[in-house]
């Protein structure tokens, strides 16, 4: 079937959290290949703009490309392909939804006609992909039934993400879907407005399984929230405040004005506790909230026991107090200062002669800013509520009842808004002296946050004077009164507690340090955080060994993605880290940070092309230029002046440029001097000397010799003095004097502790042994210049060559023409990363490219098994050898290594070749 006949499909979806290819913003991406729709752009689908302008009105206001309103509208009748439509669908259904968004973009996939990336900002990550999925099925069902049916929707999300989607075909059933998944995940008002307030203060956040608990900020310096309790809020503080008695007791003893009460257990102590207070009497539970179980003003013995039985349904225990006259405030404490004061009201209706009690419910309902629970700003009034109904009985109505025109009728006892009622601000009216006598009550329970409920007959004098005091303290105040009152001037509260949480001059980041690169990543993250752990800090790193927390590796595996990366971030001592990022993780998530203090990128070289859409070294180039496109403002872009690809990211490099070469001295490169000239970086290696020197604002240190670090071989390993150079700009980015940075680079060597799988060398066997992760051209190339200025003097050099099976062929030829060029005796393997070649075609591959070489056959041994040719290398080591293994399984190799016993009966005269090939 050709394109011109093929319905469009969905060919891949991903969800983008952190900067990535295409934007620094998070985003969904859609991969859809347009099939015969290529063909079909928007101006020759009939009435396709008018039936989807009359579907979604809200598109007229797109101003696209043209950056007004009506600037989609322009796109679709000038003709614009269905791709495109996608993308503006999608974000207009998350507007629709409640999460407006507006930035989007369609390309073509270069080289695949018809294919299209569609990526759309998002404002609810649970909902990115389903407004894809939607936005797909509704402009699908607006097309002519010959051009409709695009396939594999499922790979965008399935219908377990939102029950029956796929039966959606009405923008208004696709709203309705997309809202109340995104409901389902939606935090709070009061949670939401804490988010904002940190992002505005640039505080990274993460949301912690879903849930309202929120991580603010980075390892050592991070922060914990679930609405307005934080980490610091304490135990015993909490406890107090939920235990009315025992804090009423606490405020007495310092003299806040209280209402005197009594704890019961049964009616009958109700009642009698209520004969010795006299007057009217207020009945709660102990150590309940939100106003459940709350009667006020009750006199007549019934009463009180109605209400006992209303609020021992919410506490074993109930307090009988006396009822203080005055209008019901919540005063909001934080970090023992007044910021904000609500009259709160509780709910009632005004009666039209006409309707029903129920109706009139009802209509207060309707409210927009009404919603259940705590989901809105005020909270719809329930018509079953127990308070709600005895409140009524009181005054003698019912549901049913028609009040007269002007009757107010009073629906709930409380005046809290999660019982339905509505709130004034008073915030600038409150007099200092119930302003100090809130500010005392926090401070006396030990709550950093606190909602203070205080009654006063007029807020604006003291409660000492006209009656009144505080009716309780409560621990994890909610702030939707404050954030957005019925009445009077909106109060950002959520700011003094980030604030507070946050000082002004505090930092809730650790430093960050990412590195990226075709070879070398892994030493020079080990090398910048050894460098950090001598500073003294406790230092995050992940490559692709694992990750590891002050040199404990925490987690084995290959940790160079942004879920790695996260792990670092999250964990509460870290206070620096160092973070490898490859190609893969960037393409499948993007980074895991939405900038970081330090970008390097070594080099690109080929490796991983044909894979992902990522077919030459230009693709690799600007996936890995990411990297320090996320550098923040004040942070360091640390390049490789030999690299002419890297040399290309500097335009686009976030912060100030630092550049590293091997050629210093008087071959220093022209544009490294002009750079160093005007006051920039730069970190240089001066072969005549072997001095690596850092420029920097018109200034030169000595940091070391390249000898003088154990992990270059005395110089020899010219790549180990290139990842030095790289280490020493990196540190010299995150604030580590030179001379330190020297110091602490003496003592890296490339031992298997320090450097596991990175040239580690080992001399028991009567030969020496050299394990390196050689896995791609270049990275074997320059290991094999290094073995060959370490030839021994009579010996033969004797390899394990492989690469992993997902490589293109000429560069699985090209490992084996290498291999010839730098080797005696090879032994090829497959396993374990053939990933999916039949066994045996890598090994064929590799042997075709050193025969293409000149190689003489008889050099040449296969094995498919890594621990196979790893015996093999071994068995054929005699005295005076040279073994160079590059293996996969990095500690497993170095462990057979260890293990190995040589044969005693060997003849270590005799100069022993390889068996030939067995496959």
């Not at 608990?213 to 679930?226: C, E, K, N, S, T």
């Not at 009945?283 to 609020?311: C, W």
């Not at 621990?867 to 057979?896: I, K, M, S, Y």
Request: glycine share 12%; charged share 25%; with cysteine.
């Amino acid at each position: 079937m050709t394109s011109s006949d093929r319905p469009a499909r969905v060919l891949e979806r991903a969800l983008y959290r952190g900067p990535h290819l295409y934007s620094a913003t998070p985003m969904a991406r859609i991969q859809l290949d347009l099939g015969r729709l290529e063909n079909w752009p928007t101006d020759r689908l009939g009435d396709f703009t008018s039936l989807l302008l009359t579907l979604l009105p809200g598109l007229r206001n797109h101003g696209c490309c043209y950056g007004e309103p009506g600037g989609f509208v322009r796109r679709l009748e000038a003709g614009t392909w269905f791709g495109h439509v996608v993308e503006h669908v999608a974000l207009e259904l998350q507007t629709l939804a409640g999460a407006p968004v507006s930035r989007g973009k369609t390309r073509s996939v270069r080289g695949r006609p018809g294919v299209y990336d569609i990526l759309y900002a998002y404002g609810v990550e649970e909902g990115a992909l389903l407004a894809g999925r939607l936005a797909l099925q509704l402009c699908d069902g607006l097309l002519p039934i010959e051009l409709s049916g695009v396939e594999g929707l499922d790979r965008i999300c399935s219908d377990d993400t939102a029950p029956g989607v796929e039966k959606i075909r009405s923008a208004e059933a696709a709203v309705e879907a997309l809202t109340g998944l995104m409901r389902r995940h939606a935090l709070g008002p009061s949670t939401q407005s804490l988010v904002d307030a940190a992002r505005r203060r640039g505080v990274p956040l993460e949301r912690m399984n879903g849930q309202s608990l929120i991580r603010l900020g980075w390892g050592a310096r991070q922060r914990m929230l679930r609405a307005s309790v934080t980490d610091r809020t304490g135990l015993i503080a909490a406890e107090l405040a939920g235990d009315k008695a025992q804090a009423k007791a606490l405020l007495a003893a310092i003299g806040c004005p209280v209402a005197e009460g009594e704890i019961v257990s049964s009616a009958e102590a109700a009642k009698a506790a209520a004969r010795r207070l006299g007057g009217l009497v207020a009945v709660k539970p102990l150590d309940a909230n939100h106003g459940r179980g709350v009667s006020t003003a009750l006199s007549e013995p019934e009463e009180v026991v109605r209400a006992f039985y209303g609020a021992v349904a919410h506490s074993r225990r109930v307090i009988v107090e006396r009822h203080l006259e005055g209008r019901d405030h919540r005063i909001l404490v934080v970090g023992g200062r007044v910021v904000a004061v609500s009259e709160r009201q509780p709910p009632f209706v005004v009666g039209d002669g006409l309707s029903t009690v129920a109706e009139l419910v009802e209509a207060l309902n309707s409210d927009p800013r009404r919603g259940d629970g705590h989901e809105k700003f005020m909270t719809r009034v329930r018509l079953d509520d127990q308070a709600v109904l005895a409140s009524l009985l009181r005054q003698g109505l019912s549901m049913r009842d028609r009040p007269a025109a002007g009757q107010k009728v009073r629906l709930h006892p409380a005046a809290n808004l999660s019982r339905g009622g509505s709130a004034i601000d008073r915030t600038d009216e409150i007099h200092p002296e119930n302003a100090a006598i809130a500010r005392r009550a926090a401070l006396a329970l030990g709550l950093d946050v606190a909602g203070v409920d205080m009654l006063a007959p007029d807020i604006r004098r003291s409660v000492r004077e006209t009656g009144g005091g505080v009716v309780e303290v409560n621990a994890a105040p909610g702030l939707r009164m404050h954030l957005a009152p019925s009445e009077g001037a909106p109060r950002d509260v959520a700011r003094p507690i980030i604030d507070m949480m946050f000082p002004p001059g505090a930092r809730a980041r650790v430093p960050i340090a990412a590195v990226t690169g075709t070879n070398g990543k892994s030493t020079v993250g080990r090398m910048v955080a050894h460098v950090l752990t001598v500073q003294g800090l406790t230092t995050g790193l992940t490559n692709t060994s694992g990750v590891y927390i002050g040199g404990e590796r925490v987690w084995k595996g290959d940790a160079s993605g942004p879920r790695s990366a996260r792990m670092v971030l999250r964990n509460p001592t870290v206070e620096a880290a160092v973070m490898e990022c490859a190609r893969g993780g960037i393409l499948r998530e993007g980074l895991a940070f939405d900038r970081c203090d330090v970008g390097c990128v070594l080099n690109v070289q080929p490796d991983h092309l044909g894979l992902k859409g990522v077919e030459t070294l230009e693709d690799l180039a600007r996936i890995k230029s990411v990297v320090v496109e996320s550098v923040a403002r004040r942070g360091l872009s640390v390049l490789n002046a030999d690299d002419p690809l890297t040399i290309r990211m500097a335009r686009h490099a976030g912060g100030r440029l630092c550049w590293f070469s091997m050629r210093g001295g008087a071959e220093t490169p022209g544009f490294v001097l002009k750079h160093i000239a005007e006051g920039g970086a730069a970190v240089l290696y001066d072969a005549a000397t072997d001095d690596i020197e850092l420029h920097d604002r018109g200034g030169t240190d000595l940091v070391c010799r390249a000898a003088e670090i154990p992990a270059t071989l005395e110089g020899r390993a010219a790549f180990n003095v290139a990842n030095a150079l790289a280490a020493v700009a990196v540190c010299h980015g995150l604030g580590v004097k030179a001379d330190r940075i020297g110091s602490s680079l003496r003592s890296f060597a490339s031992s298997f502790e320090q450097n596991p799988g990175r040239l580690n060398i080992h001399d028991g066997h009567g030969f020496r042994v050299i394990l390196d992760y050689a896995h791609n051209p270049e990275g074997l190339r320059a290991l094999g210049r290094l073995v060959q200025a370490m030839r021994p003097a009579t010996g033969r050099i004797i390899g394990m060559v492989s690469i992993p099976g997902d490589r293109r062929e000429e560069e699985i030829r090209a490992m084996g023409e290498i291999a010839a060029e730098c080797f005696d005796s090879i032994v090829f393997r497959e396993t374990p990363d053939n990933r999916g070649r039949p066994v045996g075609e890598v090994n064929r591959l590799l042997r075709e490219g050193a025969l293409g070489a000149g190689c003489d056959p008889s050099r040449l041994d296969a094995c498919v098994r890594e621990e196979d040719a790893v015996d093999a290398c071994l068995q054929a080591g005699r005295p005076g050898d040279l073994v160079v293994l590059t293996p996969t399984r990095v500690e497993e190799v170095w462990a057979q290594i260890q293990a190995f016993r040589p044969p005693e009966a060997a003849d270590h005269t005799s100069e022993v070749l390889l068996e030939p090939a067995h496959g």
